[in-house]
């Protein structure tokens, strides 16, 4: 009753009139997500705003008659529950006809540490090899590999090469290497599948098998593609204490900008690794600007700015992917001690001249940027968006406002509430999104015509506005139940 009268009541605001009010959120969204073609979009867009509320749905979802839809919900519901989803994984673990969902349920059950011991060994029995070797792989990394020796030497011997390579390094990790001549011709040999090189080089990683380290070094070759190699050189991360050195021989002998800055990141987290960046901090490229911003945001201040200021005026896009990457990191950790961010990122994102109102990767860094100082939130990083998006209208203020729609400040809201009567559509439509979000009324009007004017909005932002009115207005439970109910 209480949601019902609020409802009411918003609809009743005296500067709306009865016309602006064509439709209701919760029918439009059941529309929606009934329809073939719009139904998947809309379950992205819903993903995307990362509400918890909207969990029942999502849970309804993972036991649709639609495999692919389930797979899709199986994510979701642990993106939005982490280790709260724990129960809807079982059920499927336990019920669910398709094979490749029951090894998703398992596999984040063990990555949410959410299957105690015994539980995983009742998993032993099972029919299907894959199940038994993730339950077996997972007792192992317990430490609790002496009991399931058996099982791993009988699965080592499997015609599933996956299945096999994992049973063996499992193997490998109690102390029988014999099996290490077996793999060593699985990683060299150029026509094994990616995939399978892969998943090795991942066990090795979280692992941390020592004694594999020698796989992982014959996956770093030039032969490889970039993304076998980046799972090598983290593999060896893990399980080679000698990593830090040859990170820094690796970038040393390579011309690959986008290797050898990936390789710095890695390099950057490794143990030992201080030393080698400070090598390399003498370098006058990309990576010697990036080596000298990681020595100085471990220590903050003005030299920390000055040297994000630095990376940031590289032109490729990869150094300034790494240093956002890195601002987030250190915006989530701890935002009193990031504020060194605040003046770069504002000059960044002024001085950035976006050339296409087509999206580009350009678009989403500054949006990003955006986002990182809104989530930062000092009075500083405030006073710079908000007189960012009190400029001229441009491609920059777009992404500026976009970016706001990803912070998870409240403080945003006084930030929208500025361009919320823009005259640019972009402009407002994003202020009543974020306005709506944190449940501040006075993007409702906005809001409903995005919702209602289904000839001329796409489904992604209908679904969002439909949403956040709901949201607004108190309806958000009892709709989410609703349309979990209507999940066919």
Known sequence: MLATALFSLLVALPVMAPEDFPGDPLA???????DPVDSQAALVALQATRDKGLAPLFVALCRSEEPARRRFALDAVVQLLGGEAADTLRERLQKDKSKSIRIAAMTHLIELQAMDPQ???????????????LAAGALAALGQGQSVLGLLTSLARSDNLAISNAAKLALVRLGYHEHLRSLQRVISDEATIELVVLRLLEQIEDEGIAAA?????????????VRVRMAAWRALCQADPSAATLLYDAISQTDHTVLSVRLLRLLSDCVGGKAKLGSLSRRQDSVGKLARFELARRQGGGPASEAIAAALACPHPIVVEYVLARAAEDVESGPSSAEFYVPALLSFIKSYKLTSDQIRPEHYQLATASTILADLGTTEAMAGLKMLLAGRYSANVRAVAAGLLRSKNKGVCEL???ILDSPYSELSSDAALVLCSFGDVAGVPKLRALAFQSDK?????QTMACWYLLKTAGRSKLAAAKLAAQVR
């Not at 439009?28 to 009934?34: G, V």
């Open 28 to 34: 439009t969204l059941s529309r929606t997500l009934a």
């Open 119 to 133: 539980e995983i060994r009742l998993l032993l029995g099972s029919n299907d090899e894959e199940i038994q070797s």
């Open 213 to 225: 380290s020698d796989l992982a070094k014959r996956a770093t070759t030039a032969g490889r593609s």
């Open 416 to 418: 929208a509430s500025g």
């Open 457 to 461: 909005q796409v489904t992604s932002v």
